[in-house]
T-cell receptor, first 114, second 112 residues
Framework: ETGVTQTPRHLVMGMTNKKSLKCEQH?????MYWYKQSAKKPLELMFV???????ENNSVPSRFSPECPNSSHLFLHLHTLQPEDSALYLC?????????????FGPGTRLTVT | DAKTTQPNSMESNEEEPVHLPCNHS???????IHWYRQLPSQGPEYVIH???SNVNNRMASLAIAEDRKSSTLILHRATLRDAAVYYC?????????????FGKGTKLTVNP
């Protein structure tokens, strides 16, 4: 148990659906992150939020829309996804964004796009 | 981003120490060395990190070479639960280089 929870753990959606992934951290951290892990590929950073402000968008397509209403919650809104977007989506948090801080990851949401 | 080089895989026996090497010859003076691991079907887990001095915590030890061009993650007594992919990552100081950039890591197999 890392203090970072993600729901749902599994999600199957069609290409025309709209769904949202939720992440919550109970660690009092100020920074939150979304990562994508496709099969047989390294983790890829998608978005970074620091004190609720987006500080990084790693060239992510607009069909992925993040939202950070406060430092404890992070959402990833999904719409008109493609089958190649099927992956494990991981949320993480850290005390800060500088290089001396470690990140704590949630268990991930396994997304399948049909 | 400064790069790291790790063996693709390593094997160990249960209850024996494991030394996981990482080369980072282009490390700069402000880069931290971070180690994470990922067990099957789970998110990555923070293991340890350091800058110049050796570091110990309840999970592992991190030995950093004097010139900082290499480091070794030490698991003192491997258990079956330590079977995972281990990632050695350099994190820079600014300009986006603070990001965690995951490579392929070392897949550790622990034999009973």
């Amino acid at each position: 148990e890392t203090g970072v929870t993600q729901t749902p753990r599994h999600l199957v959606m069609g290409m025309t659906n709209k769904k949202s992934l939720k992440c919550e951290q109970h660690l009092g951290h100020n920074a939150m992150y979304w990562y994508k892990q496709s099969a047989k590929k390294p983790l890829e950073l998608m978005f970074v939020y620091n004190f609720k402000e987006q500080t990084e968008n790693n060239s992510v397509p607009s069909r992925f829309s993040p939202e950070c209403p406060n430092s404890s919650h992070l959402f990833l809104h999904l719409h008109t996804l493609q089958p190649e977007d099927s992956a494990l989506y991981l949320c993480a948090s850290s005390q800060g964004v500088t290089n001396s801080y470690e990140q704590y990851f949630g268990p991930g949401t396994r997304l399948t796009v049909t | 981003d400064a790069k790291t080089t790790q063996p693709n895989s390593m094997e160990s026996n249960e209850e024996e120490p494991v030394h996981l090497p990482c080369n980072h010859s282009t490390i700069s003076g402000t880069d931290y060395i971070h180690w994470y691991r990922q067990l099957p079907s789970q998110g990555p887990e923070y293991v340890i990190h350091g800058l110049t001095s050796n570091v110990n915590n309840r999970m592992a030890s991190l030995a950093i070479a004097e010139d900082r061009k290499s480091s070794t993650l030490i698991l003192h007594r491997a258990t079956l639960r330590d079977a995972a992919v281990y990632y050695c990552i350099l994190r820079g100081h600014q300009g986006g280089s603070e990001k965690l950039v995951f490579g392929k890591g070392t897949k550790l197999t622990v034999n009973p």
